[in-house]
């Protein structure tokens, strides 16, 4: 009989220690949303890289089929600015190549980039978060602090006109600024 006691006090008292080991170990609620928004900003950079190398790959393949006879110029996207629909989408009156449209760059940081002739969202757009951080990095540590790697996502969507797109990724993604 003590045998079948002793045995059920241990399963409760084992049941009890899994259970509050195990609870401790689940990500809380908060972990979870700065683990997302951390994964979010690393995929907006990928996807930023990808479209860079894809268009550094079309550049090459359209500088070859030249080479070949053709004298054409090769074809490039041709995207013009209308400020009646940034307007709508933001609510406010947008500047054509205002880099401090994308959500964390600031007047300071504008001419940081623009010291290292980076003054346009398609030149931001086709500039790696890599290149953004060295930019960054020239200003001092100050600067450092900043995370650019969804600025030349942000840049081309403003550079292609994705103004709704845009807005809606920045309210997401608002750091804080309210």
């Known amino acids: 009989m003590w045998y079948w006691i002793v045995l059920a006090i241990t399963g409760i008292i084992s049941g009890i220690l899994g ?3 195990g609870k401790s170990s689940t990500p809380s609620a908060a972990e979870n949303s700065v683990q997302l928004n951390i994964l979010e900003i ?7 890289d990808l479209e860079t ?11 070859q089929l030249n080479f070949k006879g053709d004298k054409r110029p090769p074809k490039k996207d041709v995207f013009f600015f209308d400020a009646n629909r940034a307007k709508t989408a933001f609510g406010e009156k947008i500047k054509e190549n205002d880099l ?8 300071k940081i504008e001419a940081l980039f623009h010291n290292f002739d980076i003054k ?10 890599d290149k953004c951080q060295e930019v960054l990095d020239s200003g001092g540590k100050r600067y450092r602090i900043h995370d650019p790697a969804s600025w030349p996502m942000q840049a081309k969507m403003a550079y292609e006109g994705h103004w709704e797109q845009l807005f809606e990724w920045q309210e997401k993604h608002r750091a804080g600024k309210y």
Do not use: Q
């Open 19 to 21: 259970y509050f080991f």
């Open 53 to 63: 190398c894809r268009k550094r790959l079309d550049t090459s393949k359209a500088e």
């Open 120 to 129: 346009t969202w398609k030149d931001l757009a086709e500039t790696s978060a």
């Open 42 to 48: 690393e995929n907006a950079k990928l996807k930023s």
């Open 100 to 107: 401090k449209l994308v959500e964390g760059i600031g007047p």
